[in-house]
C-alpha cells in the first residue's frame, strides 16, 4: 500500500513539471510573457486562454502544456527589463509538452532625443551644466520607467541646444501656458517655434529639428504649463514635447507616453468593458478600482494631473502599445523594423489587444481570461 501511494506521488509530480516553455536570451532580465493557446489545465479548463500570464527563470520559462486547436490563436509575447517587447505569432503548439517556442530577443529600442534649451541668454558655463546635468536626470527617469516596466525602450540624449533670443523665449512660454491652459493651439505654439527651430523640414530657420528623434523644447520662463506633448489634428504622434524648466520628476515619460501612444489611464473608459463582461467597477477619486485591485498604481506614468508622487511604472499592457502601436513614434519613424505591429487603443480588450491594465505579476486581475 505505501508502495503504491509513493508511485502515485511520483507520477503527480513528473505530470506537474512537464511544461512547454519558452527560450529567451542567456542575459534576458526579469522576463514575462502572455500566452493565447488552448489549455486543458485549470483555470482554463479546455479553453483558449486569451494572454495566460508566466513569470519566472530567465533562459527557459515554463508556460504549462498548450495544446493545438483550430478554435484557438496561437501567440506568444515576451517583456523583459533589458530587450524590447517580443512577439512570436502563430508558435506552433503540439500535443506534445515538451514544446519550445525559440525567441530572438534583441536591444530595447533606444529613441535619441534633442533637447532645446529656451530661457535666459548669456549662460555661463557652469549654468549649462547645471541645465544639462538637469536634464539628463529627467531622461534617466524618463527610461528608468520604460525599461523597468518591461516595455522595452530607453532614451538617449543625442543633443542639447541652446537658444539666446530673450523676447522670443518670453513669447513661446506665454504661448505655451495658453496652450496647456486650452486658449491657444499648439499650432500657434508651432508656428512661433519656427522663428528659430525648423519644423517639419522647413529649412529657413537657424537651427533644425530632426522630425525623427523626439524634440524637447525647454521653457525656462513657463510658469502655468508642466508639459504637453504634440499630435496633428488627426491624432499623429509628433514626438514634439513642451517641457516646464523644471517640471516634476515623471513629467518627460509621461510625455514620452504619449508620443508612444499612450492615453490618460483615467479617461479610458475601462469602467464600460467592465460592465460589459458583468464585473463590478467602482471609480473612487481619481482611481479606478478593479474587483478591490486598483488597475493601475498610484505611480502610473500616464496618470493626468499627477503631482504629488512619481510618475514611474507602466503595466505591460501600455509597454505593448508603446511597443507594438502602428501610431505609437517607434513605429511612425521604423524603429522597430520588421517586427510586429498593432493598433490597439487603450479601451480595446480582444485576442489583438491585451487590457491596457494587464500586469503579469498581478495574479488575481483575472478580467484577461
Ligand atoms: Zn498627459
Redo the contacts with the bound molecule.
Sequence with gaps: MRLSICFLLAFVTMGARAADSVSLAADADDPGVLVDAFYSDAPYNDSCANDRKFAGPPTSLPISNAKPDGECRQEVVVFTTNKRVHVVEAPGFTTADTDTVDTALTAIVDLPVDFWYIGTPGLTPEQKSAIDQELNDHLDDASLAFESSRAGIGFTKNSLTYIDDLSWAQELAGIADEVFLGVASPEAFRELIGKHIGLDGATGPPHQADPAHLNVFVLEFASEAR???ISSEEGVPKGEIMMRYVPELGTLA??I??ALSLD?VNFVGLDVVHRDIGEYCIAFGSFTYYKGVCDYEAGNV?W?GQVDALRNTLTEGQGFRASLNSLSFVNLHNYRPGDVVRNCADWQYDEQCPYLALQIETADQDIDQ
Excluded: I, S, T, W
Design positions: 508639459g504637453f506633448h509621461h510625455e507616453g504619449h490618460h500616464m493626468a
